[in-house]
């Protein structure tokens, strides 16, 4: 069974500028979540879906930070625009859903520097 | 919210040598508590999870034990091997709704020396 993809992998960019990570979940799964994680720290949560409704978007700053999930299966997470300090991992993650299946599975991460 | 501490943040051993890494939580109404394992270059992998109503669970070598009312929770690694080496990060989950909340640690950089 093929895991949580990811991509870019790794991604430099200029402040200010845009940049957009995607995500494609298991297949089935119907959570899916996108993390940050800082160098150093554990992921923490940024939004969470269930299908393709944002149920926990409670820590993303949505100054410059947005999601979507057209049709409740691949997630894109942008950022416009970047600030230095956003430079991290950005995890995606995803589970069975809600009464089938609560372990989250993770993917490789995209890594982002912001120059 | 809850809040997570790990211990501790860096952690060698001898291969063969057992590993001990041990959390606490803060809210008492945290049920499930799973155990992430993140080599380098990848994202976190579970390894082992315990709910509440359990003390202690075990799989080959790796088992977790859970204290509620103390609020801390271990993960017990025997017989180390250098492929045990890696980040390894404790949670809390408290059911939210229809989904969970994970609030992780800070990780292990756990190293087993050969």
């Known amino acids: 069974e093929a895991g949580v993809v990811q991509s870019p992998r790794y991604k430099i960019i200029e402040k200010k500028q845009p940049v957009a990570f995607w995500c494609n979940p298991i297949s089935g799964h119907n959570t899916l979540y996108w993390y940050l994680q800082n160098l150093g720290q554990g992921p923490e949560l940024l939004i969470r879906y269930e299908n393709e409704e944002a149920v926990d978007d409670s820590q993303l700053p949505k100054d410059r930070f947005s999601a979507e999930r057209l049709k409740g299966v691949d997630s894109t997470l942008k950022i416009q625009p970047a600030e230095l300090g956003d430079s991290a991992v950005y995890l995606c993650?995803?589970?069975?859903?809600?009464?089938?299946?609560?372990?989250?599975?993770f993917g490789p991460g995209t890594r982002l520097l912001v120059l | 919210g809850e809040n997570v501490e790990q211990h501790p943040s860096t952690l060698s051993v001898q291969e063969g040598d057992s590993a001990v890494i041990k959390c606490t939580y803060s809210?008492?109404?945290?049920?499930?508590f799973p155990w992430y394992k993140q080599e380098l270059g990848k994202g976190p992998q579970l390894i082992i999870d315990i709910r509440s109503n359990v003390g202690e669970k075990k799989d080959q070598r790796i088992a977790v034990t859970l204290n509620k009312t103390a609020k801390h929770f271990s993960l017990h690694i025997t017989e180390t091997q250098p492929e045990d080496s890696a980040v390894y990060f404790c949670?809390?989950?408290?059911?939210?709704?229809?989904?969970?909340?994970?609030?992780f640690g800070s990780g292990t950089q756990l190293t087993v020396l050969p």
């Open positions: 949670a809390a989950s408290i059911s939210s709704g229809s989904a969970r909340q994970l609030t």
């Open positions: 993650a995803s589970s069975l859903g809600p009464d089938r299946g609560e372990t989250q599975y």
């Open positions: 809210d008492s109404a945290s049920n499930y």
